[in-house]
């Protein structure tokens, strides 16, 4: 070739040729895709939520969700409201609101809640919002509450449904990139099926959460008022992790389950 | 053509990436816990390497040698990214098995030395078979490894349980035998690695140096 790939002046060239090219090439795909991978993200919550409170296509051992073509429509079948709480920094309830009322305001789907920029609104010291999705199946209410927090390398997030009596009726994890083999295994059948049955209060009706504990007396998880199932191992800090949303989030709902029992 | 095929059959043995040239070392003790996940970041990188070294060697004539390895790291990254981005879309339960992989890709030492090491220097179509094969030599020791991780570590193989249920006791857990969760961490990745390397050596003489 004639060019001498030497100079300074080709380098800046080239460098500023392929900066351009290669943007162009991304910024492209990537406002093609984006319609399509904000609805598949969409389907994907209504699958999480309706995964949680049993509606599935599990077989013997692995965890399938309803297929996406029907998803939304399973969705509108089985979930029939969407309540969402704002508590303030401290957790006080200032108000509960009803699908419609939020959607009048907010002008988008109580589901669609960013749970990670709620979470961090109330570091700062602002108002959060808290979804809460009840749905009915075969005659049970469910109430589905998501969870968020961070495991050993990314976000680890999930959908915990409860009854009226904060007692877990189904779970669901999900992470973005925890080791796999070890914590990735929360999205595994055998970790998630634990979760069924466990209360999240003690006796005396306190909220105590669900603690992944290691070196767990109860590993066939047979005591399901111990307030802990058994840990993956391997995966410690991925499952503290899990033990810390379920604790942090779901009490943030322990008032409205109060207000269900007093009526 | 003998010196084609060989292109392809020497990175599987003498002239492997891993346990000859020690690349690609982090990503085999990151994600071999599981053999599902050592076969999905194979066919990874198998994709991946063959179409980057394609590309590396289409351009080996313009790029200039002082950003080389800049330009290098963007054929990989971009390439990661579209594929992200297309298989987000179009096969979005396939992209979430993948994303975890998508990191490790792009700091796979693997990718960056046969770009330098060969792309830069010879045409597409060897380059093509070239990063085939490493690809194909990295894969088969990350299946090894995987393989025996899981079996010893989990005492599953592709998520399905071989040796019985650990908890009911039944199967080889029958007659006292127990899960090595030893093997599940990231150091017996290394050890496994080590053994290879030494029945290796020890089969064929020429590999030892010194």
């Not at chain 1, 969700?65 to 089985?78: I, L, Q, W």
């Not at chain 1, 200032?94 to 109330?122: C, G, H, W």
């Not at chain 1, 290691?214 to 033990?243: F, L, Q, R, S, W």
């Not at chain 2, 590396?56 to 981005?85: E, H």
Request: aromatic share 10%; glycine share 8%; net charge negative.
């Amino acid at each position: 070739m004639a060019v001498n790939t030497d100079k300074n002046s080709y380098t800046v060239i080239f460098a500023v040729g392929m900066v351009i090219v290669v943007g162009v090439i991304l910024a492209g795909l990537f406002s093609y895709t984006k319609p399509m991978i904000t609805q598949n993200e969409e389907i994907e919550k209504q699958q999480n939520i309706l995964y949680a409170m049993g509606v599935n296509e599990n077989d013997e051992s692995s965890a399938v969700f309803v297929s996406p073509d029907v998803a939304p429509d399973e969705f509108e079948k089985f979930v029939k409201e969407q309540i969402v709480i704002t508590v303030d920094a401290s957790g006080k309830v200032v108000k509960t609101q009803t699908r419609e009322e939020f959607m009048a305001e907010n002008n988008k789907e109580p589901y669609l809640i960013d749970i990670k920029k709620q979470k961090s609104n109330a570091k700062s010291g602002e108002n959060r919002q808290l979804p809460l999705f009840v749905g009915e199946r075969e005659g049970k209410t469910y109430y589905v509450a998501p969870i968020y927090g961070k495991g050993l390398w990314d976000a680890i997030w999930g959908y915990i449904a409860l009854d009226e009596n904060m007692v877990v009726q189904g779970a669901y994890f999900d992470h973005k990139g925890e080791t796999p083999g070890l914590g990735a295994n929360i999205k595994q059948r055998y970790f998630m099926d634990d979760f069924y049955g466990e209360h999240l209060l003690s006796e005396a009706g306190v909220f105590k959460g669900i603690t992944v504990a290691k070196g767990n007396a109860d590993p066939k998880n047979e005591d399901k008022t111990d307030n802990e199932v058994d840990a993956i191992a391997g995966a410690t800090i991925t499952g503290d992790g899990v033990t810390a949303m379920i604790k942090q989030d779901l009490k943030l709902y322990k008032p409205y389950f109060d207000t269900l029992k007093t009526n | 053509m003998a010196k084609d095929s060989r292109l392809i059959l020497d990175p599987l043995t003498d002239n492997n990436p891993i346990t000859i040239q020690v690349l690609g070392i982090c990503s085999a003790l990151a994600i071999t816990a599981e053999l599902e996940a050592s076969i999905v970041m194979s066919i990874s990188v198998l994709f991946v390497l063959g179409v980057g070294n394609v590309v590396v060697s289409l351009m080996r004539n313009i790029i200039p040698s002082k950003i080389r390895i800049i330009v290098q790291l963007i054929v990989v990254a971009t390439l990661v990214i579209i594929v992200d981005l297309v298989l987000k879309a179009f096969a979005y339960e396939l992209s979430k098995t993948l994303s975890v992989f998508v990191g490790l890709i792009i700091t796979n030492c693997i990718i960056m030395g046969r770009f330098e090491a060969f792309a830069l220097g010879n045409g597409p179509w060897k380059s093509f078979l070239d990063g085939i094969g490493n690809a194909l030599g990295y894969g088969v020791i990350l299946i090894i490894v995987g393989f025996f991780r899981e079996l010893l570590g989990s005492g599953t193989l592709l998520g399905f349980p071989v040796l019985g249920d650990p908890i009911e006791k039944t199967g080889l857990y029958a007659i006292g035998y127990e899960n090595n969760g030893f093997m599940l961490l990231s150091p017996m990745a290394l050890i496994v690695v080590g053994i290879i390397i030494w029945i290796q050596r020890t089969k064929n003489k020429a590999l030892i140096e010194d």
